[in-house]
């Protein structure tokens, strides 16, 4: 029975690992108690979240939300897939822990479409991707804990200090302050380098770097 959810903790991130074939409602049942017995352990903490085991749809998401808001105080930062491993989101963890994303940066939870676009005057972090046709802008940085194909537009206001960062990057225009970057060589960047990848300005530039080293 004790199997049936594992949760795996580190200082940057939380796994929950859910049987595959067991009934949903018993699962949550388990979840709700591992997380009363162990809240006292995720005292104030700023984590990271993924699941395994099995798919789940966005309505059973919300509910472990839910159940983790209700049993511990820990500030759950993004939701990743298991596989980025915990150095794919230590940095933006550790960096929203340092304040890097201001109180009034925008969290936006999905997927942007087609002709969607999404703004914010502060900082952004988006937990899905942004799609071809779709378009995101921000006064400070960008964090797409997704794929971008879309355009992004990083300082908006002129903050040529800004970065976006994404798992995986593919725009079809990207901006920092007044800084345009070259698709094509930014394309070629994105091919070079595994993992997520952060654009920033150097000199009139806008270049790629691993996220994590």
């Keep these: 029975m004790d199997r049936l959810v594992t949760i795996r903790s580190s200082r940057y991130g939380l796994d929950i690992e859910l ?4 009934d949903m409602r018993v699962l949550l049942e388990k979840l709700d108690e591992k997380f ?3 809240s006292r352990f995720f005292e104030n903490a700023k984590m990271a979240l993924s699941f395994s ?3 789940l749809s966005r309505p059973e998401e919300d509910r472990i939300l839910g ?10 930062v993004c939701i990743v897939e298991q596989e980025d491993g915990g150095t794919a989101y230590r940095s933006i963890v550790e960096q929203a822990a340092a304040g890097a994303f201001k109180e009034e940066g925008m969290f936006y939870r ?3 479409e087609r002709r969607q676009i999404l703004e914010s005057d502060s900082d952004l972090v988006i937990l899905g991707d942004v799609e071809p046709g779709a378009k995101v802008s921000a006064g400070g940085n960008i964090v797409i804990m997704g794929s971008l194909y879309g355009s992004a537009h990083a300082g908006s206001g002129g903050d040529k200090s800004a970065f976006i960062a994404a798992l995986f990057l593919q725009p079809k225009e990207l901006w920092i302050g007044d800084v345009e970057a070259n698709r094509h060589i930014i ?4 091919l070079s380098i595994k993992g997520p990848k952060i654009a920033v300005v150097d000199g009139n530039r806008i270049y790629l770097d691993p996220l994590v080293d």
């Design 187 to 190: 394309c070629q960047e994105s």
């Design 19 to 22: 049987d595959p074939d067991a």
């Design 110 to 112: 999905g997927t942007l």
């Design 36 to 38: 009363r017995e162990t």
């Design 53 to 55: 085991g099995r798919r």
């Design 67 to 76: 159940i983790i808001q209700k049993n511990t105080q820990i500030d759950v």
